[in-house]
């Protein structure tokens, strides 16, 4: 039995339909366990619920557990290695979506558009104090320094080259791109936008220090909330350290209500959807299914993580 485990949209189960026909049972209940199925599961296409070290052990049949996306912090790897179960990510297949997201989020800090938009909806759209418009700015001429250089920053960079930026960034090794390479200290304290595109490990968790940002500067996050201390990040927001930030990842997901967060005007949130479009839809299920067939042949799987 192939199981999704995820509440998709219409469009997203008919993608699944067809691709994989009838093969798959829809779990939508992505708060519910998957105990009434646990013992028929053959393979599991991933989202983001976490896949648990009992569930794993509950699951007596499973021998994939298949991530639509790229970070696999949601599973438990060590249980699945010990279950000989094989765990399967697929790089690439969203970095397109995540790439715009982290750019369109950029821009809609730096150019105010929730005030706006709220305003102009409120049939205020002239009224604002003339001083709010000292806050808007442009990505021409600022210095955006990612941290991380996989695929998603690789198409990112170009763009923001391409609109006037000075493109620096930081990775466990420079690369041969034509953009400076800093540690990353160097890189928070000089850059007036931060995007982070790393993933979530024990190293990188918390790595992010907004007041090691400089004053002013704007942090754009599409990877994983805990990369950053969400305490400071609120605390620097608050206290103007920060100009804005824009978030599509949160330390606790989905955010929940009275999160301070929610009420500063200069973030921008998502929840945790960058990477979700039709067409990274359509790459990734294509990926999933052609590894849940190598797992009937007994083929090598693609993109193996354990």
Known sequence: MIVLHARPSPGFREAVDAIF??????HA???APLDAVAGEITALLHVLTPVTADFIASAPKLKLIQKLGVGVNTIALDAARDHGVAVCNMP???SQAVAEMALSLMMAVLRRTCFFDARTRAGEGWTADPS??????????RTIGLV????SAQLLAPALAALGAEVAYTARSPRDVPYEYLPLDDLLATSDIVSLHMPLTDATRGSIDPFAMKKGAV?????RGELV???KLVEALTSGHLRGAGLDVFAEEPLPRGNPLLGLPNAVLAPHIAWLTPETLVRSLTVAHENCRRLAAREPLLHQVV
């Open 21 to 26: 026909g009838a093969g798959v049972v829809v």
């Open 219 to 223: 942090l754009v996050n599409t990877a």
């Open 148 to 151: 991380g250089f996989g695929n």
């Open 29 to 31: 209940d992505e708060s």
């Open 229 to 231: 201390d969400e305490a």
């Open 92 to 94: 690439g297949t969203n």
């Open 132 to 141: 709010e418009l000292d806050q808007v700015g442009e990505i021409g001429g």
